[in-house]
């Protein structure tokens, strides 16, 4: 790719205590991919989403998106300049209602949205994930799948440049899972750039344009696809270094 | 504006009518007893303000109602009415900032301890302050101000903190407050500036709390901390504003009517044993009306807003929200 990157992060580090959970990882996002972030359990993943969308401050490193360093920003300062996310384990403002929801990701930053516009441009969010019958109901009531849409809806509200998805496949049965694929490649289409984190492999192969793969904090691969999945030390990362 | 707040803004205009009648055609005792109720509604809803949609609970409420008697106690015969209250408000926004950027990082148990510390601190500097530099711990309020003065003063202040509540409910501040009692980590990836909100939203609510001490000190011809300072009103301004139902604007009204009664009741016919019986009415209510009596009503009343269950929910155990 000939255009500048949307994300470049540069040997980013953060460090619990003792243990070195993202170790010098650096790579690149360009405008309209689709980035898959692969690795074992523990090998860093959400605590690099953590970093990039400020939710955790780096040990050392760099992150910029666009022109800007981002890194060590405030959570909300870096949402205002267009990075959006969704949680691995699904988090919704329980007591509102799902148009609520989705209004509350319009409310801030460049290009906010108030009452009427805002209103209407949420319901259409929601008709865009598949929920707007429910935009009445409060989000604390909804199932665990309507939770994860409704996640998305207000993550897309926030007008990002840049999307983290933290498995946000996880835990669909097959039907549902075709359904969720299908929803993120119509994002795709609309030219969203995203950073996924999945282990869903149908997910990956469909979807990602580029993979960069963690293990232990350090990537260990930046591919396509198919060449990240069947490279050797990618293997041996998956299948457990039984002999390390 | 629909029927419902049709119905409140009149029932809200009609107790405030009514209560700043009660010194034309009541008696000293019913303008003690309007004074307590509007004291206790004022207070009430502005604590509200704050920590009914952000949940977090303060107990410092007494720390910025004693500032504003305070500082009447202190320059209240030496600057004209006007600009003593504004002051008040102005002390009282003013140490709440500074305590805010300290304290709202705090979460649940630590911050309603910190809280009710903050107003025991204030407490034991002012008694140190009076006794080593002011010569006598408690000041006389000799000041030209009568009950039916006192009435009037706070059903304005009463009123207009039903309109900022009112204001609030609407604006994008007021939407921040209920997303940081949702989940504060989604408000902050929404990008609202969540540390602005609260401080903002706390420090209003203290000066609107502090303009109300101000207001009431003339009440006390002699004043000194341990008066100004009573731990009991936070904590009595707490059961109120929970039994009422902190959720909504009119909710802790609903708790004030019943509870200034009985409070009155009990005071005069058990001065001994009030602490107590203040404590037994707390887990009462906490127990028994854990979402407030609006609350309650609303649901038998039918709600503002439609939800019905999930027809299809499981049980969805809550994930954590820090
Ligand atoms: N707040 C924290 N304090 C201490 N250690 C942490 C913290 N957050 C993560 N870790 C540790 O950092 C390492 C990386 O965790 P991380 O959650 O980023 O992994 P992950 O790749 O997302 O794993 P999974 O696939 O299981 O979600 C783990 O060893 C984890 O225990
Ligand atoms: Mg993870």
Request: glycine content about 10%; aromatic content about 8%; hydrophobic content about 50%.
């Amino acid at each position: 790719m000939t255009r500048a990157p949307i994300l470049t992060v540069d040997g980013l580090s953060k460090r619990f205590g003792g243990l070195v959970a993202v170790d010098g990882l650096s790579f690149s996002v360009y405008p309209g991919e689709i980035v898959g972030l692969l690795g074992p359990n523990g090998s860093g993943k959400t605590t690099t989403m953590h970093l990039i969308s400020g939710a955790l401050k780096p040990s050392a490193g760099s992150i910029r998106l666009g022109g800007d360093e981002i890194a060590g920003q405030p959570p909300y300062r870096i949402a205002r300049l267009g990075i959006a996310r969704t949680f691995q384990l699904v988090r919704v403002l329980g007591s509102m209602t799902c148009l609520e929801n989705v209004q509350a990701g319009l409310a801030f930053g460049p290009g906010a949205l108030a009452g009427k516009a805002a209103a209407q441009r949420a319901h259409a969010l929601l008709e865009r994930v598949g929920m707007h019958p429910l935009a009445d109901r409060p989000a604390g009531e909804l199932t665990y799948l309507d939770q994860t849409r409704l996640e998305l809806a207000r993550a897309l509200a926030v007008r990002p440049r840049l999307l983290l998805l933290d498995e946000w496949l996880a835990g669909l049965n097959p039907s549902e899972l075709v359904e969720g694929i299908a929803l993120l490649r119509a994002l795709r289409e609309d030219g969203i750039t995203m950073v996924l984190v999945e282990h869903v492999m149908d997910a990956i192969r469909s979807l990602c344009d580029r993979c960069v793969v963690m293990n232990a904090g350090r990537k260990i691969a930046d591919a396509q696809p198919e060449a990240a999945l069947s490279d050797p030390e990618v293997v041996r990362a998956y299948l457990g270094d039984d002999d390390a | 504006m629909t029927l419902r707040q049709l119905l409140l803004l009149t029932a809200g205009v009609g107790l405030l009518a009514a209560a700043a009648l009660t010194p034309l055609i009541g008696s000293g005792y019913a303008m003690s007893m309007a004074i307590n109720l509007l004291m206790f509604t004022a207070l009430a809803t502005a604590w509200a303000l704050f920590s009914g949609p952000t949940g977090y609970i303060s107990l410092a409420t007494v720390a910025f109602f004693g500032i504003g008697a305070y500082t009447v106690a202190v320059v209240g015969e030496a600057l004209p009415w006007g600009l003593v209250l504004a002051l008040a408000a102005g002390l009282g926004f003013l140490v709440a900032l500074v305590v805010g950027l300290s304290t709202l990082r705090l979460r649940g148990v630590y911050f309603v301890i910190f809280t009710f510390g903050l107003a025991e601190l204030i407490r034991q500097l002012v008694t140190w302050y009076e006794a080593n530099h002011a010569g006598s711990v408690g000041r006389f309020v000799f000041l030209d101000i009568s009950q039916a003065q006192i009435v009037w003063q706070l059903t304005a202040v009463t009123a207009v903190v039903f309109l900022l509540g009112a204001l609030l409910q609407r604006s994008r501040l007021g939407l921040t407050l209920r997303m940081i009692g949702d989940d504060e980590t989604v408000a902050l990836h929404c990008g609202a500036n969540t540390t602005a909100a609260k401080l903002l939203a706390f420090s209003l609510s203290a000066a609107l709390m502090a303009l109300v001490g101000a207001i009431v000190a003339p009440r006390w011809t002699y004043l000194d901390p341990t008066i100004a300072f009573n731990p009991v009103v936070s904590f009595q301004v707490l059961i109120m504003a929970l039994l009422g139902g902190a959720g909504r604007l009119y909710g802790p009204l609903l708790g004030v009517i019943p509870l200034v009664l009985l409070f009155e009741y009990l005071s005069a016919h058990f001065p001994n044993h009030f602490s107590i019986l203040l404590g037994v009415t707390f887990l009462a209510i906490v127990y028994l009306v854990p979402n407030g009596v609006a609350g309650l009503a609303e649901r038998y009343l039918g709600r503002p807003r439609p939800s019905q269950p999930a027809a299809a929910a499981p049980a969805q155990p809550k994930e954590g929200t820090s």
